[in-house]
């Protein structure tokens, strides 16, 4: 591992950022707009517009589209026949007619003027050859470089032929590139290389290593959302200082404003998950965002700490970002598309919606039928089968083991034939047979103070106290998240009945997500409550005069 250093001064940029970015951003909320087409399965990356800052970009598994702040979605390219399994959009001001798009077996690329796509780079059906990142030389617009899962290739005639380049070994995985400048900056599963101008790489990060385990960045990658199984995911410049990057990794963010030659980790406080995604920067603000599985954050430089931009539609899987316009950040979640202002307006004072009487009854009642979050948690312990009283048990019945015999028997026999000749005879016998019969009884007392099964039940008795912390935390958050949702529902209605749809699909969604985690309990709840409560169904009818 590549230590990373500390020193006593700290570069002027980072004082100037941690000074101009002490503010937080004002209070505001994510906002839901009309999605484009489905038909592709959800969506799964974003990118900025390389030409129009209030224009973006977003993709599903096989199709691109183009959106806007007016959200007139066009849609840019469509795959035909098959599902092309689209991972990342990349654009570069360098080529800002142009968009990039990776898939597991080619890079494809995009005219914004002529509408034409072509692919100029694939992978033959070769796994070795499947193309993970992909970036220019911004001093040679016709030098490409593309990062597979051996080794990194290059063209310099605008992707026309392809030859191996010896910069990194041909056996590693390059899942990062990015240039900046004259720096060429090559990311392999757990490092960083940096080519400079007429150099050779030189090793500048290094992660350390992790025990092999099922780990939250396996579980964010697992649904293909992300192109590869790496440690390190994005790679970003700050615009407004040269030389100043962060990195984003399972292990949190890193920090360089030498130009990428020395890193230090920025502090995880408040952060709900280390696994980061994606970042991005705003300019105008000077703020850090960041994309992790369990929503965005924004760090404040101040405090050393990361703020949760997330509650509502940003928690769950974000992992793509997108600044728009410097006004607007912009998130694909497990939500679908959604946007954060960086601005908010001060809203004119207006006359709050106000549920009727009846309504307010009818919600308190069902709030009070309703299980608890300790009905729930206590259901999913149950259905995990992870209760603090199964180690118990394994603890007495490993002392009352002691308490029971261990009982063997024994048994001999000796048998002895003679055989003799007298006389030229021969003569056989007698046989002496003996038999012997034996019972061992015995009790290891030492066994009830302590033995070495229950140093295997400690083992295990810590591995399911994270279990269920997890579950529960799980539970917890989606509960909750539910409960919102419902209260959002009455008091602050739908202003269309798509809308109020999408509520009502999410509701069930989240009421779905508890029943996974505790066999069916809340839905069977829920039956009992509404067959007997007919009148809660008006809770969830659309009403257009409430808009």
């Not at 009945?497 to 508890?514: G, M, N, W």
Request: glycine letters at 6%; aromatic letters at 12%; hydrophobic letters at 40%.
């Amino acid at each position: 591992m590549f230590p990373l250093k500390r020193k006593i001064c700290l570069p002027v940029f980072t004082i100037w950022w941690m000074v101009s970015a002490f503010q937080p951003l004002a209070e505001s909320s994510w906002t839901k707009p009309l999605q484009p087409s489905f038909a592709g399965g959800e969506l799964v990356c974003l990118a900025a517009h390389p030409k129009d800052h209030t224009r973006f970009l977003v993709a599903n598994r096989s199709q691109i589209f183009e959106g806007a702040s007016s959200l007139d979605w066009r849609m840019l390219w469509s795959s035909t026949g098959r599902q092309a399994n689209i991972k990342k959009i990349l654009t570069f001001p360098l080529l800002p007619d142009q968009i990039f798009v990776l898939t597991p077996e080619e890079i494809l690329m995009g005219d914004l003027r002529s509408g034409a796509w072509a692919s100029f780079y694939s992978s033959g059906g070769n796994p070795d050859k499947s193309p993970l990142s992909f970036t220019p030389d911004p001093a040679n617009p016709n030098l490409w470089f593309a990062g597979t899962s051996r080794g990194l290739w290059t063209t310099e005639n605008s992707g026309k032929t392809w030859s191996r380049s010896g910069l990194v070994p041909s056996e590693k995985a390059v899942p990062l590139l990015h240039y900046a400048e004259d720096r060429l900056f090559i990311g392999s599963e757990n490092s960083i290389y940096l080519v400079q101008r007429e150099t050779s790489p030189k090793p500048v990060f290094e992660l350390p290593q992790k025990e092999k385990d099922f780990s939250e960045a396996e579980e964010a990658l697992k649904d293909n959302t992300a192109f590869y199984h790496a440690r390190i995911f994005e790679l970003i410049e700050a615009p407004v200082a040269s030389g100043h990057f962060f990195l984003g990794t399972d292990d949190g963010v890193f920090e360089t404003s030498d130009g990428g030659l020395n890193w230090f980790p920025l502090p995880q406080s408040g952060l709900q998950s280390a696994v980061i995604l994606d970042l991005v920067f705003s300019e105008k603000t000077n703020l850090l965002f960041a994309a992790t599985p369990r929503g965005v954050f924004q760090y404040q430089a101040n405090k050393k700490s990361w703020r949760e931009l997330s509650r509502g539609l940003a928690r769950s899987n974000s992992r793509s970002l997108a600044i728009m316009n410097e006004s607007t950040l912009a998130a694909i979640t497990g939500d679908g598309f959604v946007q954060y202002s960086l601005f908010p307006e001060t809203p004119e004072p207006v006359s709050l919606f106000m549920p009727g009487a009846e309504t307010l009854d009818l919600f308190k009642k069902l709030v009070a039928l309703e299980p608890s979050a300790r009905d729930i948690q206590r259901e999913a312990i149950r259905y995990a089968n992870v209760s603090n009283w199964k180690t118990r048990r394994w603890h007495v019945a490993s002392r009352a083991a002691a308490l029971i015999p261990s009982l063997s028997f024994g048994k001999t026999m000796y048998r002895n034939s003679s055989l003799s000749t007298y006389g030229g005879k021969f003569f056989a016998g007698p046989e002496d047979v003996n038999k012997t019969f034996d019972t061992d009884i015995r009790w290891d007392l030492g066994n009830a103070l302590f033995s070495s099964s229950q140093t295997s039940i400690d083992s295990r008795e810590k591995l399911m106290v994270d279990l269920r912390r997890d579950i529960l935390s799980e539970t917890t958050r989606i509960y909750y998240e539910r409960r919102r949702l419902q209260i959002d529902l009455i008091y602050t209605p739908s202003l269309s009945e798509q809308e109020h749809l999408e509520r009502l699909i999410r509701l069930d969604e989240l009421s779905a997500l508890l029943d996974a985690l505790t066999d069916g309990f809340l839905s069977k709840r829920l039956e009992e409550i509404y067959e007997r409560n007919v009148e809660l169904n008006k809770l969830w009818i659309f009403s257009p005069g409430n808009g």
